[in-house]
């Protein structure tokens, strides 16, 4: 079961990801800030939790969070900046806009850039231990979602609107056939189908 607070004294609000291991489309981040009283049975990492149900847990959290913000990072920027940089700046651009200010924050994983003088946790697998970094998780999963599912209407060879820009075999093909698209990463794969498959390998959950 997810714990609901990392302490109970301060503010927090836990951040999370989605689309860092992309090889196309932006980087998202959400923030989210839960009350005291928060619970949904069904609420996990968002890699936990199939696609419908996340849409659901999106509207529950949005209804009963105290405050919660999505934010991204473009694809352009991620290649002149980096992913690690750009998913920091995603979460910083997503803390920004919080109608609550938060006084700590929760951040899945083991890295992070210091958000102003905020203190920060940095949590490995906090989206499977923490309620408000899997909130945060779900936001960021399914706003990213419905972004790239836009974008297949455009491209719809690549196949976005099932792998999302992950580094699947379908969509590693299909840059082999039609090449790189405007939305594509460019520091992540100039580089041939082979080189692909052994750099990202198929290990990412759509």
Known sequence: ML??????KKIEAGCDEAGRGCLAGPVFAAAVILPPYFFHPA?????QVPEELRYELRTYIELHAV???VAQVDHEEIDRINILKASFKAMHLAIDTLKTKPRLLLID???FTRYGRTPHECIIKGDATYASIAAASILAKTYRD??????HLQY???????NK????EEHRKAIEVHGLSPYHRKTFQCCSSSQLS???GVMFKV
């Open 3 to 8: 714990k609901t607070n990392y302490q109970t």
């Open 156 to 162: 719809p060879h690549y196949k976005w609107i099932t």
């Open 67 to 69: 405050a919660s913000s």
């Open 146 to 151: 419905d972004f790239m599912k836009n974008l």
């Open 109 to 111: 994983g083991n890295r």
């Open 198 to 200: 052994l750099e990202m």
């Open 165 to 168: 820009g992950y580094g699947t």
């Open 43 to 47: 609420l996990n990492d968002s890699k």
